[in-house]
């Protein structure tokens, strides 16, 4: 008798539990515990919307840090900058930049097109902070240039104080999704 009556107790206990709501949010506490898990630690100020939660798969890679799931970076200012990247070389000789500012502003620039400034998304915004927040970048080598191959492009990615020299000969899965994704910025012509 004692068992079942024990039983029933912890089974409306349980149910009672699951109804509950977290602070008169109307969201069940598992719900919010999952949003305080998954939530950015960014400014009030930033433009991205509190339910945008893409899935951020681990990059594998050498190092421990390869298994840790990538966190956006967080905004300090609107004037800061995030992440800057300078490309030059090639056949041609281009000069291209590409500035991402903590205010979500792109400040695109082509020697030969000109310069332009635009407004990421809030998506845009997200995923590009997701990407400089990617442990994955701490195992990438600052220099990877293949010094005997010509008239390759090249480029200097500047973020979190390291600046980082490539030529993408190399595969480098956390910086070539950054600089495709940076690259996407840049003047078309």
Same mark, same amino acid.
């Given at each position: 008798?004692?068992?079942?009556? !024990?039983? =029933?107790?912890?089974?409306?206990?349980?149910? +009672? @539990?699951?109804?509950?709501?977290? *602070?008169?949010?109307?969201?069940?506490?598992?719900?919010?515990? *999952?949003?305080?898990?998954?939530?950015?630690?960014?400014?009030?100020?930033?433009?991205?919307?509190? !339910?945008?939660? $893409?899935? =951020?798969?681990?990059? +594998?890679?050498?190092?421990?840090?390869?298994? @840790?799931?990538?966190?956006?970076?967080?905004?300090?200012? $609107?004037? &800061?900058?995030?992440?800057?990247? %300078?490309?030059?070389?090639?056949? =041609?000789?281009?000069?291209?930049?590409?500035?991402?500012?903590?205010?979500?502003?792109? %400040?695109? #620039?082509?020697? #030969?097109?000109?310069?332009?400034?635009?407004?990421?998304? +809030?998506? *845009?915004?997200?995923?590009? #902070?997701?990407? @400089?927040?990617? $442990?994955?970048?701490?195992?990438?080598?600052? /220099?990877?240039?293949?010094?005997?191959?010509?008239?390759? /492009? &090249?480029?200097?990615?500047?973020?979190?104080? #390291?600046?980082? %020299?490539?030529?993408?000969?190399?595969? &480098?899965?956390? @910086?070539?999704?950054?600089?495709? +994704?940076?690259?996407? /910025?840049?003047?078309?012509?």
């Amino acid at each position: 008798m004692f068992g079942r009556v !024990s039983a =029933a107790v912890v089974a409306v206990c349980v149910l +009672a @539990l699951a109804g509950c709501t977290f *602070e008169g949010s109307g969201s069940t506490a598992a719900e919010a515990t *999952e949003t305080e898990v998954s939530a950015p630690s960014t400014p009030a100020s930033s433009p991205e919307p509190a !339910s945008a939660s $893409p899935s =951020a798969t681990p990059t +594998a890679g050498p190092g421990a840090s390869a298994s @840790l799931s990538p966190t956006p970076v967080p905004v300090r200012s $609107p004037g &800061q900058t995030l992440v800057s990247m %300078h490309i030059s070389g090639g056949f =041609a000789g281009v000069g291209r930049s590409v500035v991402l500012r903590g205010d979500g502003t792109v %400040h695109a #620039r082509d020697d #030969r097109e000109g310069s332009v400034v635009r407004r990421t998304t +809030a998506a *845009e915004f997200r995923e590009l #902070r997701l990407l @400089l927040g990617d $442990p994955a970048l701490d195992d990438v080598s600052d /220099f990877t240039m293949n010094m005997s191959a010509a008239d390759m /492009f &090249q480029y200097e990615v500047r973020f979190e104080g #390291r600046t980082v %020299h490539t030529d993408r000969s190399a595969e &480098q899965p956390p @910086l070539d999704a950054l600089i495709s +994704a940076l690259s996407a /910025f840049l003047p078309k012509g």
